[in-house]
Structure formats: structure tokens, C-alpha cells
């Protein structure tokens, strides 16, 4: 799993950072990827990254400011010219599906694929085999949610020798031994999988949290999650404003991640208000009572692998 | 007078084009700037101009397609963050100010500013003491428009000297001639205006076409124009192309400039498949019909001065 940045920025575009959008990788999970926002010009950013438009399948929507939605026509139109055939299933609140229709009848735009619209509410959003998505409300000025991505634990490997010398013929028995089912040996013998697996893995938890003040939710969905990203629209003098607008300081932020007993923070959704050399107070602030806290960036690209979380190129 | 580019690209941006918008600078004539079409991230070129949203009092828009508009609501929504309150007159087809209304309830966008809305049908779509604009309809796979600037006349300069010279006192009289009227002085002399003040100056003409297969009212809207910007999606070799998705080739633009006696041709609305190596004969092409044609680049920049076209930084 990986989560790149596509626009780090509040409000509108500045040269530094675009409007909302995160690309949360899962291709060696899934094969595809999911976009959390999609502001202007999240199709112009991803033209300077690795991912391919087709790839994405599912589009989670926190809200529907403009600055989290107004890249949503023209990327569904891009993913369309790109070849893209499979399903895109859009996740947002009540609303934006009207919206899509709307603006793709009145600009003519016939998709090569379905999309499938979900209208989210409090609860689970998604669930397969491997994941569940949750998502909670958050206090914005307008309807805006988190999601909190959970892997489920992973099935161990299996030990095949350890399963050959305890007399498992090669075949059938060892995948139902995989599969976790304890199988019966012609000899009468009862292997357990257990003694023949290595331990399920415990899969990572990821909360993707939107515009949102300070807030009882936000701790909810960040419990104890490996990965929270959580806005950071203002700093610590400027709490007032954060407070009248309905978004978050650095410090807020920091304050989530450790009431949570989260592992790591990202600050995403940085003001323009604050230049290039505001920014490692404004780190170090958060720091201050959360250290395992960054500083997103626009194309800043985070692994998840072996449990622990690493910034990479 | 200037005409920059801020996006070059058809149907979807690419790193080299971003989709179409121009910038029709008339600072000195207007004190104000007009946009043509503004597909998604137009406020994010803008960027990396001079332009200032809040300068731009009116946008013209060709056609409802995604590369042509899908950038308004974010920049209504910026020019607004930056402090805009004149009026913003949106010129476009039926359907336009619905979708507008409607993406910015939806996404709660409170604008400091009114937009007046004016539905474009063929004929005069603004006129004042200084300028014309009229629209035309173009032959493309939905209803598109090319229009038409003309500026008019502009008055002769008083000559003082001259006026003084007849005996003109200093003093209201001169306003008078200035304005084009004859004056009677107190000895009963009377002074034409044309006497003391040079001819009026012809404004310049320009045609700034909207998508469009080969037309006649291409021809019409380009007619003894100083300038026409017209689209160049296709070559010569892929024109069963150009007719089949309602777009023009490098050569059919250039016979509508030839036709129309035009001054100058920049060709504008080049698709991705041209790579920068093929837009060397691309360009020939063109000269070879009608040798004033240029190619338009993202950020090129154009001025009238003088009566003439230059290629400026
Ligand atoms: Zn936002
Ligand atoms: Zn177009």
C-alpha cells in the first residue's frame, strides 16, 4: 500500500499545491487504486506520476466543496478517452451523483464504462474479503466525512515442509490446510492448520479524514490506525479561524492522532497563508505532541511495508 | 491589444497543452480582460501569468464540451477567494447558466460577485462605443460558436497647435473639435473638426472560432479579420478524422484564412498526437495555403502594435 499526495492545498490552487486529491495505492493488494477527493486538475497532477487513470475503481468524496470535487468531470472523461472499461464506483454524499449526471449530459460526455454511485452515510461503505471501508461525519461547514480503510488480517503462509514431513501428501490437502481447514491423513492422522501455517498478518488500518474541526468522530476513526491523514488548514495562532470555518490547526490535528493512539499523521490540507519556511514550525508544533507527525506535499508518496511506514521517491 | 494562450490541447490535457482557454488582453483598451472558453485548470495557467482573475469582466465561451468549461466553476470560485467584485458577464450556449447555478449551490460557493448571463444565439452578443462582439454558429457535433471582435474607430487626435494656430481659444472649444464637432469662434470663423485632427484610426478585427469542421461561417467571422484563431485538431493526413468528430485540419484552417483575406492565422486546439518533431511540417502545411499562420503554444502571447502582429514574452 501506498498513499500519494495529488493536491495537498485549502481552499483554491496555489503554484506549491493544488486543490484535494489522494492516491491511495493498492496494486499489490488489488491491482487498482483509490482516489480520496478529486479537486481541479487532479487528472494535470497525475499526469506527473506513475498512475494510470484506468487503474482507479473506486472515488471516495469527504465532501462537496469545490476544492475536493471540481477535477471529477474531466478526470471521468480522461479515464474514458484512456480506454478505461471496468466499473468506477463513486463514494460521496447526497448530491454529487446528480451533479455527475448532470454536468456529463450537458457537456456530452459518453463514458466507455459504468460508474456505480454510492451515497455515503455513517457506517460501512464497502467490505470485501480483504477490505472494509467505514465512514463517520465530520464537523465541516457543510456535510463532510471520514473514511477509515481497515486491511483484514491476512491468511498465514503455508509451511509446506513442515506440512510434507508430517506426512501431507502433495495435492488437494495441502489447500485445505491453507485455506485454514484441518484435514485427515489416510493413516487417520489429524493435521491442524495451525501447525502447518504461519500466524495471520494483521492488515493495516488507514483513516482519510476530510475538512473537519476538531472532533469526537475523527478520534473514532483514527483509533489506533497505523496511518491518519488529517487536515491542517490553520496553525495554533490562528485557531480562531480554523474554529469559524470549520477546519482544523496543526495542533487539532496532533491532539487526534495521539487521543487516538494512532501511529503516524500526515497534515494535509496546508493554507497558502503559510510559506515555505512556516512550514517546519508548523511541523514542529505538531511534533511537539505527536512526533511521529509530517508534512504532506504535493507528490509526496508514503509505503506501508513490513508495518512500518516509509516516505519514498 | 493581446492574445494569450492558456490552453492549446484538444479533448484532454497533456503536460505540453493544457485544455482550451484564451486570454484576450485589452489592459489598454478596456482596462479589463476577456476569456475565451475555460476548460479545467485555466485557473491554474493563470498561475503562471500575469493575468489577474479580477481583471476579467467577461468570458466567452465557444461550446459546452468538457475541455471547454469544466475549469469555470473553480475559477468563479478563485476570482471570488481573490477579492472579486465587478460584474462577470458569462456569454455561452443554452444550458450553461443552469449548470453553473447548479454547481455552485451544490458546492456552496458564495461568490462576492454578480454573473450576468447572456445566452449566445447568432448576431451582436455585446456591443458598446468601442467594441463589437458578434457569434456565429460553427459546424461541430454540438451546438459551437466562433465570434467576432471588432473594435471600432478609434477618434483622430486633436492637433493643438493646429487648432491654436486658426485661433481656437484654449479652453472648451478644443473639446468640442476633439469630440468631432465644428466650433464658431468670436469672430465668426468656423473650424471644422477635421481640420484640426487626424483621421480616425480603424480598430483591429479578430475571429476567435470555437471547435468546427471547414465552414462558411468560419469564412464570414474571419472575413478581412487582423487576426483569426482557429482550431487545427487534425492534419492533412487524418482529415476523414477531423470530419468524422466535427473538428478542422492544419489545411482547411488555413483556406479559411486564405478565403476570408484574414492577416494573420494562429492555429490553436492542437490534439496530443502531434508530437513536438511533427509540428514543424504540421505548421508548413498550413504556410504553404497561408503563409501568415503561427502556431499557438500554452503561455505564447501575442500583440497588436501598431497595425501589426508580434510574437511577444
Ligand atoms: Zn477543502
Ligand atoms: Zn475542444
Redesign the interface.
Known amino acids: 500500500m501506498q498513499i500519494q499526495f495529488l493536491g495537498t492545498g485549502a481552499?483554491?490552487?496555489?503554484?506549491e499545491r493544488?486543490?484535494s486529491s489522494i492516491a491511495f495505492k493498492l496494486l499489490e493488494e488489488r491491482g487498482s487504486i483509490w482516489l480520496f477527493d478529486c479537486g481541479?486538475?487532479t487528472?494535470?497532477q497525475i499526469?506527473?506520476t506513475t498512475v494510470k487513470p484506468r487503474k482507479i475503481d473506486k472515488i471516495f468524496i469527504t465532501h462537496?466543496?469545490?476544492?475536493h470535487?471540481?477535477?471529477l468531470?474531466?478526470f471521468l472523461?480522461?479515464r474514458s478517452?484512456l480506454g478505461g472499461e471496468d466499473v468506477l464506483t463513486i463514494y460521496g454524499p447526497a448530491?454529487?451523483q446528480q451533479?455527475i449526471e448532470?454536468?456529463l449530459q450537458?457537456?456530452?460526455?459518453h463514458l466507455t464504462y459504468p460508474i456505480e454511485f454510492v451515497e455515503v452515510k455513517d457506517g460501512i461503505v464497502f467490505e470485501d474479503e480483504k477490505f472494509t471501508v467505514r465512514a463517520l461525519s465530520l464537523q465541516h461547514?457543510?456535510p463532510c466525512f471520514g473514511y477509515r480503510i481497515e486491511q483484514k488480517p491476512m491468511q498465514g503462509e503455508l509451511l509446506i515442509d513442515k506440512a510434507l514431513a508430517l506426512g501431507v501428501p502433495k495435492g488437494p490437502l495441502l489447500g485445505q490446510l491453507k485455506a485454514g481447514h484441518s484435514v485427515k491423513l489416510e493413516d487417520g492422522t489429524v493435521v491442524e492448520s495451525s501447525d502447518v501455517t504461519s500466524p495471520p498478518q494483521p492488515g493495516f488500518t488507514v483513516a482519510i479524514l476530510g475538512d473537519t474541526k476538531y472532533c469526537e468522530n475523527s478520534i473514532r476513526l483514527a483509533q489506533n490506525a497505523d496511518v491518519v491523514v488529517h487536515e491542517a488548514t490553520f496553525d495554533h495562532s490562528t485557531i480562531e479561524l480554523a474554529g469559524k470555518y470549520g477546519h482544523a490547526t496543526n495542533t487539532e490535528a496532533a491532539k487526534i492522532a495521539k487521543e487516538a493512539q494512532a501511529r503516524h499523521l500526515l497534515l494535509n490540507h496546508i493554507s497558502a497563508r503559510f510559506l515555505k519556511h512556516d512550514l517546519i514550525p508548523f511541523l514542529e508544533e505538531a511534533k511537539a505532541i505527536f512526533e511521529n507527525s509530517y508534512l504532506a506535499n504535493d507528490f509526496s508518496q508514503y509505503e506501508w511495508r513490513k508495518n512500518e511506514l516509509l516516505e519514498i521517491e
Open positions: 481552499g483554491m490552487p496555489s503554484k493544488n486543490t481541479e486538475a487528472q494535470h499526469l506527473h462537496l466543496h469545490g476544492d470535487i471540481f477535477g468531470p474531466g472523461s480522461s478517452f448530491g454529487l451533479w448532470q454536468t450537458l457537456s456530452k460526455t461547514v457543510v
